[in-house]
């Protein structure tokens, strides 16, 4: 069974960065991979995607220019750099694994058990 295991979620003050990091394993490390992200009370929202090939990377808007994705084939990791966070950007983060690009959660299959990230005004 494919799994995907998130780290490196936290706390950290306005303005600040943190980077998590998606292992992969299983059938999913080669496929396009995604970040979401959910906020308690709020629908689990699109952040940003990176092909199979390591190209083409995507942003919600609301993280363009802040967020970075990445993704290390060797490692079997996807990788989220976080800089300028705002208390906003409060959520769950997950990663996904899916067979094409898509912004929509419904189209992933494989799905890690999430890492809380906090950030305090």
């Known amino acids: 069974q494919a799994q995907l295991v998130e780290s490196g979620g936290g706390l950290v003050q306005a303005g600040g960065s943190l980077r998590l990091s998606c292992a992969a394993s299983g059938r999913t490390f080669s496929n396009s991979k995604a970040w979401f992200r959910q906020a308690p009370g709020k629908e689990r929202e699109f952040v940003a995607h990176?092909?199979?090939?390591?190209?083409?990377?995507y942003y919600a808007d609301s993280v363009k220019g802040r967020f970075t994705i990445s993704r290390d084939n060797a490692k079997n990791t996807v990788y989220l750099q976080m800089n300028s966070l705002k208390p906003e950007d409060t959520a769950v983060y997950y990663c996904a694994a899916g067979p094409f690009f898509s912004v929509l959660a419904a189209s992933y299959g494989s799905w890690g058990q999430g890492t809380q990230v906090t950030v305090s005004s």
């Open positions: 990176i092909a199979r090939s390591g190209g083409s990377p």
